[in-house]
């Protein structure tokens, strides 16, 4: 089991910019997948982005396609999502997750999480 702590949230203007972080206490190996999901009140946890630890392969909702960046750091055994030109409704609680295999955009496939970092973007 791979522990996931998210940081880098906070309260922002629309077209800012944030960088969240998620950190793994435990190894990741190269045939898992990483993603961020996103869930804001009253509603389901949705895919944002997901990469390919080995490969660094990125996929991307189309919702956050050219405005989110989703890398790795293998040293530091951290996936990071940038967030750029934010929009009020990308406020939610955002989740990274490790996938059971490869990539994936359904939360049935991922077997650990995060506790989530909340991001607010105001108009």
């Known amino acids: 089991q791979v522990q996931l702590v998210e940081s880098g949230g906070g309260s922002v203007q629309a077209g800012d910019s944030l960088r969240l972080s998620c950190a793994a206490s435990g190894r990741i190996y190269s045939s898992h997948g990483m993603g961020w999901f996103r869930q804001g009140p009253g509603n389901e946890r949705k895919f944002v982005a997901a990469?390919?630890?080995?490969?660094?392969?990125?996929y991307y909702a189309d919702s956050v396609k050219g405005r989110f960046t989703i890398s790795r750091d293998g040293a530091k055994n951290t996936v990071y999502l940038q967030m750029n030109s934010l929009k009020p409704e990308d406020t939610a609680v955002y989740y990274c997750?490790?996938?059971?295999?490869?990539?994936?955009?359904?939360?049935?496939?991922?077997?650990?999480w995060g506790l989530g970092t909340p991001v607010t973007v105001s108009s």
């Open positions: 990469i390919r630890w080995g490969t660094g392969r990125t």
């Open positions: 997750a490790r996938a059971r295999g490869g990539y994936s955009e359904l939360v049935a496939e991922y077997a650990d």
